[in-house]
């Protein structure tokens, strides 16, 4: 255990990240106005509803602004009986590596750790909102840098996301993330898998509210996510990126990129214990709990970790964790590490005993 313990600190804490020095165009204002367009102007986004629908042409209507021939594509599901649709629009499609942003824009039906009403629909400023609002703003900005990244990026909108069951279901018997895993099993009707190949995946889940402090989601590619972390400190954000974040694992909608081989990160707070944004499946997740800095901090730290990694920068040398997927080397070398341990732990007590009893043997017969 100490030598996995120490093996995945040399290899995935101690690398160096350097941030290009880029004025960052993300502007918070603006994410804050498309976090009220979903919330305030269309209303609830739940799935089947008028609202939802809404929803997905507005998506549309915003990335037509920005250019009115950008190619998207539907991917439509049903849940019992529902009909669903994940939304994906894709930038720089003549490049062969691919940069996945997403979010979920569902909001949750039912507000069932509300104090007062679990009945009443959650209108889900941050817990999917935000995460939109970000992307939408990323588009606007990484569009204008187009010509000078080296990735494909592909901006994706979960649906059917946040219906599943904490102390009861938001629709009765959804499963959390329906819309990615669904997604995922499709995957390859999206992609060349001949031409094509992704770099990594970067989730956004309830980036928006007060207090913003995000978690080490242990699902996640921890090259990935710490690399993220790190250009986010280096920016000053050092309260929403902790040294020594707090750690546990969630079933989100980058699960089902990782268990198909994407190095993916989930950028999320605690919302199950969390005083300093107590709000999560509650009718208070709403507008009034949603911080233009934090996404700003969201919104100018996945722009600055595009251009580290992708931007053509003549005068700046890349520094950071790159390739991500080493995790699963990680991963190999730590099962490798274990099964020596208990090799070690087992087999010597027992070769002692045996040796023991050898010399102890040869002892008798020598009297």
């Given at each position: 255990?100490?030598l ?7 290899f ?12 960052l ?7 804050f106005?498309?976090?009220k ?7 609830l986004r ?5 609202q939802h ?12 602004e ?26 720089n499609?003549?490049?062969?590596n691919?940069?996945?942003?997403g979010a979920?824009f569902?909001?949750?039906?039912r507000?069932t ?9 959650v ?13 939408l ?7 204008n840098?187009r010509d000078?990244?080296s ?12 219906q599943?069951?904490?102390l009861?279901?938001g ?8 819309g ?13 898998t ?10 956004l889940?309830m980036?928006g509210?007060?207090?913003?402090k ?5 699902h996640?590619t ?7 972390f ?6 000053g954000y050092?309260?929403?990126f902790p040294?020594?974040p ?16 994407i190095?993916?990160a989930d950028?999320?707070?605690?919302f199950w214990n969390n005083?300093s944004?107590?709000y999560?499946?509650?009718?208070e997740?709403?507008?009034s ?8 901090i969201?919104g100018?730290?996945v722009?600055q970790f ?6 053509n ?13 080493l ?9 490798y ?7 070690i732990?087992i087999?010597c007590p027992?070769l002692?005993?045996?040796i023991?009893?050898?010399?102890d ?7």
């Amino acid at each position: 255990m100490t030598l996995i313990i120490l093996f995945n600190t040399i290899f995935t804490h101690n690398t160096i990240v350097k941030n290009v020095n880029i004025e960052l165009e993300f502007n918070e204002e603006n994410a804050f106005i498309y976090v009220k367009n979903q919330t305030n102007d269309i209303g609830l986004r739940i799935p089947g509803t008028d609202q939802h629908k809404q929803c997905l042409s507005f998506f549309i209507s915003k990335f037509k602004e920005i250019n009115s021939s950008f190619t998207y594509s539907f991917h439509n599901f049903t849940v019992l009986g529902i009909n669903c649709s994940n939304l994906l629009f894709k930038m720089n499609e003549e490049k062969e590596n691919i940069v996945i942003l997403g979010a979920h824009f569902d909001s949750r039906k039912r507000a069932t750790k509300d104090p007062v009403n679990t009945s009443a629909p959650v209108p889900g400023a941050n817990d999917g909102a935000s995460g939109c609002a970000v992307l939408l703003e990323l588009a606007r900005v990484l569009y204008n840098k187009r010509d000078n990244l080296s990735c494909q990026i592909w901006f994706l909108f979960f649906d059917a996301e946040d219906q599943g069951r904490d102390l009861d279901f938001g629709i009765p018997d959804w499963e959390w993330c329906e819309g990615s895993e669904r997604f995922v099993n499709n995957i390859e009707d999206y992609y060349d898998t001949s031409e094509e190949r992704f770099e990594c995946m970067v989730l956004l889940d309830m980036v928006g509210g007060v207090n913003l402090k995000f978690i080490k989601e242990t699902h996640s590619t921890s090259l990935l996510l710490d690399e993220i972390f790190k250009v986010g400190r280096q920016l000053g954000y050092t309260n929403a990126f902790p040294e020594s974040p707090e750690s546990n694992s969630i079933k989100d909608d980058h699960v089902y990129f990782v268990e198909y081989g994407i190095p993916s990160a989930d950028l999320i707070i605690n919302f199950w214990n969390n005083p300093s944004w107590p709000y999560h499946h509650t009718t208070e997740d709403n507008l009034s709990n949603i911080s233009n800095y934090s996404l700003q901090i969201t919104g100018r730290t996945v722009e600055q970790f595009i251009y580290n990694k992708f931007l053509n920068e003549s005068n700046f040398e890349y520094q950071g964790n790159y390739p991500w997927n080493l995790d699963n080397i990680f991963i190999d070398y730590n099962l490798y590490f274990q099964i020596s341990f208990l090799v070690i732990l087992i087999i010597c007590p027992i070769l002692i005993y045996i040796i023991t009893l050898a010399k102890d043997k040869a002892k008798l017969n020598n009297l």
